[in-house]
């Protein structure tokens, strides 16, 4: 064994089972960590669809959840590792500020809404208004996502491997999406835009740290905002 | 918010848990929603008869003698009381002359619900408690729809909890809330439908029934719902046979399905499918926004 596992294998795993322990038991143990403690990596078992699962994770700890989560898992997560061996409900990721969450099976609504920055990774599909207000979040859906998704995005880049819905992008910001199946509409004031090198550089980057190694770049669409709604102007009143 | 729950079983053996089932899916949605509850249960029909599920603010007075006064009125019926609600039997062929007859002998009483196989349960209060009253857990059936109530549109009365019923072995329960419920009222009461509250989602179900009267079926009456209804709404569908789900097409409103060869299940939420058989290796989706969704015991067989 060499040192790193042996480091590894020293540290102590805490196991919640949500089925007997209040979740506000592991929730305020995610928000006790100490400095220099090894107790980092805890492991959620029997989730049952609970609401607000790891919410609010301000230290660098490695969740595990193992099953399907409610409303809100891992809000507001700065710097923690979350994985849900399962689906998740609305809100998964809300307003993450920094670290990953990784969701294997689907997410419902706005998974990853109005995220300041970190990583959120959906391997099945996600719903309506994926990343809605993004504003420095990135967000790789491995299947599809729903209507509405990326509204008013500011920053942060949205990448879909499969198909979107209606309306994507719609009266976007400066986020940047990447499609690589169709888009069944374009909001409004969202646009194609050409895929110059350095986003085929920038997409790759966000394929690698995703882990996706079987898709490449150059077979993404990338969509932005046409930069003709950011103020009022009356010209554009048919638009709005 | 509103808690709405649904289950329509495939395999048969499950029949006598389809009460128990549905109680607890409920019982887990209490907190999306804590002023009223109910829960429809299509149970077996017999040959010619109907049930007719009445309501009593006094039932000690008004459940008193009432099948020997229905009788002295020519009708051929049992009453089975279940606290302030009772079933009526009663021949078939009678349920369009039902409220007129009660209304004569009993006029306090409100009817709830009728049809072949149909019984409704609805009241004030918190899911468990509405479930232990009318003990559904004992019901079976082949599905039924369940709510939980948090108002917005009307008064918390038990006229104004879901499920709601307008037409036999038809009901509703509704998780949104419709903006142009007013206009669709008044066009059906032309029609000739009555309504029993100011409630938004009685509109819906009654907008089904006129709709399905004209000879469509549920899926292509839930499909007219998606033009005609303006608003939110999640709704969840019960006829004799059908079960059928559909979402507006901004679907902010929640809803998770589960499949399995025993079952279709709905549930505002995933925690109030976690206790279903199976439910492990169930196919688990959320439906799509202005999808039609429906399943049917007659078609399938």
Known sequence: MDAAAQKESSRTMSVFDLSITPLRELNSALHNISAGTNDMNFEVINPRGSHSVAVGIDAPVTVNVHGSVGYYCAGMNDGGTVTVHGSAG????????????????????????????????????????????????????????GHMSAFMGQSGSLVVLGNAGDALGDSLYEAKLFVRGTVKSLGADCIEKEMRPEHIEHLAKLLEKAGITDVKPEEFKRYGSARKLYTFNIDNADAY | MCGIVGLFLKDRSLEPQLGTLLSDMLITMTDRGPDSAGI????????????????????????????????????????????????????????????????????????????????????????????????????????????????????????????????????????????????????????GMTFETQNDSEVAAAYLTSQMAKGKDLGEALTGALDDLDGFFTFVVGTKSGFGVVRDPIACKPAVMAETDQYVAFGSEYRALVNLPGIETARVWEPEPATVYFWDHEKAA
């Open chain 1, 90 to 145: 609305p809100g998964v990721a809300e307003n993450m500020m920094s670290g990953i969450v990784v969701i294997e099976g689907d997410a419902s609504q706005y998974a990853g809404a109005t995220g300041r920055g970190g990583l959120l990774v959906i391997k099945g599909n996600a719903a309506s208004r994926c990343g809605i207000s993004m504003k420095g979040i990135d967000i790789v859906v491995h299947g599809n996502i």
């Open chain 2, 40 to 191: 429809a249960i299509y149970g077996t029909a017999a040959d010619g008869r109907a049930k007719v599920t009445i309501q009593s603010a006094s039932p000690d007075t008004d459940f008193a003698g009432l099948a020997d006064a229905l009788k002295a009125k020519g009708l051929d019926t049992s009453v089975v009381v279940k606290s302030t609600h009772a079933v009526l039997d009663i021949p078939a062929d009678k349920t369009g002359d039902i409220r007129e007859l009660l209304a004569s002998v009993r006029p306090n009483v409100r009817v709830m619900g009728s049809g072949d196989s149909v019984e409704i349960y609805k009241e004030t209060g918190l899911p468990k408690d509405v479930v232990s009253v009318f003990d559904v857990r004992s019901m079976s059936g082949t599905h039924g729809i369940g709510h939980t109530r948090m108002a917005t549109e009307s008064a918390v009365t038990t006229l104004g909890a879901h499920p709601f019923s307008t037409g036999d072995d038809q009901c509703l329960v509704h998780n949104g809330s419709l903006s142009n419920h007013n206009n669709i009222r008044r066009e059906l009461i032309r029609e």
